[in-house]
């Protein structure tokens, strides 16, 4: 697992489309437990990486967190044997959580939308100069807050989303079905959450993330006086 350069497909990839793979799919290659086993597997591949990235760059990874969620939910749902509803519910949960965790740091000194100034992607001097010489600095905070509200909507919009296609995809199963084929079929539903959900929910999120940077930099722009070109820093 290479983590010299952080590449969030690549942190995706590792951290949750490969462990839900392995929950779906190597069960039944893993015996009469294999449901466990897959369980545990799938649930060490981001919680190794989480540890290995922490011991790397000193702080957590908020990634590898979501993906350790996400399966354990995901496992521990249909190891329990539940019904679809606690899956649309664990599907809302987790957007919804950052969401309101977002919403959150809006109202503290450190919005979420303002990570994105620092000195590896944007020209921050140059951002404080120009904001200090307009004595726009007050109002420049308030625009990064108004943004990190906006910011959350899409979490919250992402849970509802999640919730209704979650409801659609995971039926009831016939209880009196053999428990290979109920755990086959339950098995089928989860893969077809997770490939639907990323069409249906990630379409949707990158227009929303879109016009969330055009207001962003609008700001930027209305209380500094520069432009997008002015302030991202070049690739070297």
Same mark, same amino acid.
């Given at each position: 697992?290479?983590? /010299? ?10 951290n !949750?489309? #490969?462990?839900?793979?392995?929950? /779906?799919k190597? @069960?039944k290659?893993?015996? %009469?437990n ?6 545990? &597997?799938?649930?060490? #591949?981001?919680?190794i990486?989480?540890?290995?990235d ?12 979501l993906?350790?969620v996400? #399966?354990?939910l995901? @496992?521990?749902?249909a &190891? &329990?044997q539940l ?7 664990k599907?809302?949960?987790i ?5 309101? #965790?977002?919403f !959150?740091?809006a109202f +503290?000194?450190?919005? $979420?939308? *303002?990570?994105?100034? /620092? %000195?590896? =992607?944007?020209?921050?001097?140059? !951002?404080?100069?120009? &904001?200090?010489?307009?004595?726009n ?7 990064? *807050? ?15 989303l ?6 659609r995809i ?9 428990? !290979? ?7 089928e539903?989860?893969?077809?959450? +997770?490939?639907? @959900?990323y069409?249906? =929910?990630?379409?949707?999120s $990158?227009?929303i ?9 609008? @700001?930027?722009k209305?209380? +500094?006086?520069?432009s997008? /070109?002015?302030v991202? *820093?070049?690739?070297k």
């Amino acid at each position: 697992m290479e983590m /010299n350069d952080k590449n969030p497909i690549n942190e995706l990839i590792i951290n !949750i489309i #490969i462990p839900i793979l392995v929950l /779906n799919k190597a @069960g039944k290659y893993l015996g %009469d437990n294999g449901q466990t086993y897959a369980l545990i &597997l799938a649930l060490l #591949i981001p919680a190794i990486y989480m540890v290995l990235d922490f011991i790397k760059f000193k702080k957590p990874n908020f990634i590898s967190i979501l993906g350790f969620v996400s #399966i354990l939910l995901t @496992g521990g749902i249909a &190891l &329990l044997q539940l019904e679809g509803f606690w899956f649309a519910v664990k599907e809302a949960a987790i957007p919804a959580l950052i969401g309101v #965790i977002v919403f !959150i740091s809006a109202f +503290t000194s450190k919005p $979420l939308m *303002k990570l994105l100034f /620092n %000195d590896s =992607i944007m020209k921050v001097d140059l !951002i404080d100069e120009k &904001l200090q010489e307009q004595n726009n600095q007050p109002q420049f905070n308030e625009h990064i *807050k108004k943004s990190t509200i906006f910011f959350s909507f899409s979490f919250f919009f992402s849970a509802v989303l999640n919730y209704l296609l979650a409801m659609r995809i995971f039926q009831p199963i016939d209880k009196s079905l053999p428990e !290979i084929t109920r755990t086959q079929i339950l098995n089928e539903q989860i893969a077809d959450m +997770t490939w639907q @959900g990323y069409i249906v =929910i990630m379409l949707p999120s $990158l227009f929303i993330m879109a016009a969330l940077m055009w207001y962003l930099f609008k @700001g930027i722009k209305q209380y +500094t006086g520069l432009s997008m /070109n002015d302030v991202i *820093k070049e690739k070297k």
